[in-house]
T-cell receptor
């Protein structure tokens, strides 16, 4: 069945560092792909998405490119801030439902 | 601008007790769903609904019941709570179509003793 695998956390970085969170998926066909973010004490919210191969989703300085050759959707940001500290979830749209990875906790130190 | 509203935010139950987690959305979304979030396991789908009167099972449906009598409401029922159901529960909704963004409630933290 459909599945999503994320790099294990937690990830701790210093402010202004470069961020990569790896995400790979297994699915039939070419599903839409998503990154969601969960700030402490809140529900998840959509960060960015891509609906077809080679699409790049971007938002708030974060980017991810849909790579069908490597079945990947890695999240990147050039210069992280303390306010980016959160849990990040990669997800794909399967049949009628979103399938999530296990989440990666990111902590940014000043 | 309420979005998805869940109640209660916190609940403690004893083993064997029953309860209902409420979920309401004001965005006229056809699709509604319930997830549970456990450490190291991400979010797992419990039940979902594609419209009033239609429900289906997700990945982990055992021990939970749902119904969808209106477009707005999608309650989750625990008939006989077990410690394994200790978790954070999220309700989410979206429009139909495979590119639809999921809108989440703030979560309900349930502890079963």
């Amino acid at each position: 069945g459909d599945s999503v695998t994320q790099m294990e956390g937690p990830v701790t970085l210093s402010e202004e560092a470069f961020l990569t969170i790896n995400c790979t998926y297994t699915a039939t066909g070419y599903p839409s792909l998503f990154w969601y973010v969960q700030y402490p004490g809140e529900g998840l919210q959509l960060l960015l998405k891509a609906t077809k191969a080679d699409d790049k989703g971007s938002n708030k300085g974060f980017e991810a490119t849909y790579r069908k050759e490597t079945t990947s959707f890695h999240l990147e940001k050039g210069s992280v801030q303390v306010s980016d500290s959160a849990v990040y979830f990669c997800a794909l749209m399967g049949a009628q439902k979103l399938v999530f990875g296990q989440g990666t906790r990111l902590t940014i130190n000043p | 601008n309420a979005g998805v509203t869940q109640t209660p935010k916190f609940q403690v139950l004893k083993t064997g007790q029953s309860m209902t987690l409420q979920c309401a959305q004001d965005m006229n979304h056809e699709y509604m769903s319930w997830y549970r979030q456990d450490p190291g396991m991400g979010l797992r789908l419990i039940h979902y609904s594609v419209g009033a009167g239609i429900t289906d099972q997700g990945e982990v449906p055992n021990g939970y019941n749902v119904s969808r009598s209106t477009t707005e409401d999608f309650p989750l029922r625990l008939l006989s709570a077990a410690p394994s159901q200790t978790s954070v529960y999220f309700c989410a909704s979206r429009t139909t179509g495979d590119t639809g963004e999921l809108f989440f409630g703030e979560g309900s933290r349930l502890t079963v003793l």
